[in-house]
């Protein structure tokens, strides 16, 4: 096992899950969290009680400079960070090539300069035949990735997943916030569904198991958001799709969201649960 790992955009709801995996499962000596939140890192500190292993870096990956210093040592590289909000690339896609495409580029760039092993990037279904300037931004990163294998003697692959349900600015905890007052784009409208557990050992399998230029796709099933609604018993208000949304998401051809196995209500129901 590599000795030392840090994940870009570690004080976000993956990073944070990722954190907690490595520290509890993984043999890696030093766990170097790398992000823009202060207060979010100061809420790790206080969560994993200063455990010894973990070190913390306040930077942005568009600082290539900041990210040479972060990496000195480093074996792996997981790259969570990025901008994710839709509706926010939709009006400032300038912000989402900054941060997603040349912080990408950045760090596969220090990366290399510093000599790290395996550098993973962590993508999304909507970098499949992209609609928004965020899943064009995530395909850039994705081709950027898959070009840089073998640089210098890095490995680098990239990872697709879906929803992960109760993320941050997720539809479940917005509309468990909202009730009834919550608004729906389209009943028909279909959503890969993954577990946080499930993101975190997708993610970890892709990174121990990478042989270099690999794009990683997982199997999930999906769910109608009407669906989701009607487990959750709320009604919410009908507003339409925006156009930089799709109707149904994919992870690649064939693989698409209203084709994958459908949760029912119950199936739904009882997931939200543990959610």
Same mark, same amino acid.
């Given at each position: 096992?590599?000795?030392?790992?840090? &994940?870009?955009?570690?004080?976000?709801?993956?990073?944070?899950?990722?954190?907690?995996?490595?520290?509890?499962?993984?043999?890696?000596?030093?766990?170097?969290?790398?992000?823009? $939140? *202060?207060?979010?890192?100061?809420?790790?500190? *206080?969560? !994993?009680?200063?455990?010894?292993?973990?070190?913390?870096?306040?930077?942005?990956?568009?600082? @290539?400079?900041?990210?040479?210093?972060?990496?000195?040592?480093?074996?792996?590289?997981?790259? +969570?960070?990025?901008?994710? %909000? &839709?509706?926010?690339?939709?009006?400032?896609?300038?912000?989402?090539?900054?941060?997603?495409?040349?912080?990408?580029?950045?760090?596969? *760039?220090?990366?290399?300069?510093?000599?790290?092993? @395996?550098?993973?990037? &962590?993508?999304?279904?909507?970098?499949?035949?992209?609609?928004?300037?965020?899943?064009?931004?995530?395909?850039?990163?994705?081709?950027?990735?898959?070009?840089?294998?073998?640089?210098?003697?890095? =490995?680098?692959?990239?990872? %697709?997943?879906?929803?992960?349900? $109760?993320?941050?600015?997720?539809? &479940?905890?917005?509309?468990?916030?909202?009730?009834?007052?919550?608004? =729906? /784009?389209?009943?028909?409208?279909?959503? !890969?569904?993954? /577990?946080?557990?499930?993101?975190?050992?997708?993610?970890?399998? /892709?990174?121990?198991?990478?042989?270099?230029?690999?794009?990683?796709?997982?199997?999930?099933?999906?769910? %109608?958001?009407?669906?989701?609604?009607? +487990?959750?018993?709320?009604?919410?208000?009908?507003?339409?799709?925006?156009?930089?949304?799709?109707?149904?998401? $994919?992870?690649?051809?064939?693989?698409?969201?209203?084709?994958?196995?459908?949760?029912?209500?119950?199936?739904?129901?009882?997931?939200?649960?543990?959610?």
């Amino acid at each position: 096992m590599s000795n030392s790992i840090l &994940i870009t955009g570690g004080s976000g709801f993956l990073g944070h899950a990722l954190v907690s995996h490595l520290l509890a499962f993984s043999d890696y000596s030093r766990v170097c969290v790398y992000s823009r $939140g *202060e207060h979010r890192q100061a809420e790790m500190r *206080e969560a !994993f009680g200063d455990d010894a292993r973990l070190r913390w870096f306040i930077g942005d990956v568009r600082d @290539r400079g900041r990210l040479v210093r972060a990496l000195d040592g480093v074996d792996d590289v997981i790259h +969570a960070a990025a901008l994710k %909000r &839709i509706e926010v690339g939709a009006y400032n896609p300038d912000e989402m090539v900054k941060t997603n495409v040349l912080g990408a580029n950045n760090v596969l *760039e220090a990366a290399r300069r510093v000599g790290v092993k @395996r550098c993973l990037l &962590i993508s999304s279904d909507k970098a499949f035949e992209p609609v928004s300037p965020y899943g064009q931004t995530k395909a850039l990163a994705e081709a950027l990735f898959h070009a840089a294998n073998g640089y210098g003697g890095m =490995m680098t692959a990239a990872c %697709r997943y879906g929803n992960v349900a $109760g993320s941050t600015g997720s539809v &479940i905890p917005i509309w468990r916030r909202l009730g009834d007052a919550a608004v =729906m /784009t389209d009943p028909d409208a279909t959503r !890969f569904w993954m /577990t946080k557990f499930q993101a975190v050992e997708f993610v970890m399998d /892709t990174l121990k198991n990478m042989r270099g230029g690999e794009l990683a796709i997982p199997s999930l099933p999906a769910f %109608r958001l009407g669906d989701l609604a009607g +487990a959750m018993e709320i009604s919410p208000r009908i507003v339409g799709l925006r156009a930089f949304e799709k109707r149904h998401e $994919g992870m690649g051809p064939g693989n698409t969201s209203d084709v994958a196995r459908r949760m029912s209500v119950d199936e739904l129901r009882c997931a939200l649960a543990e959610t």
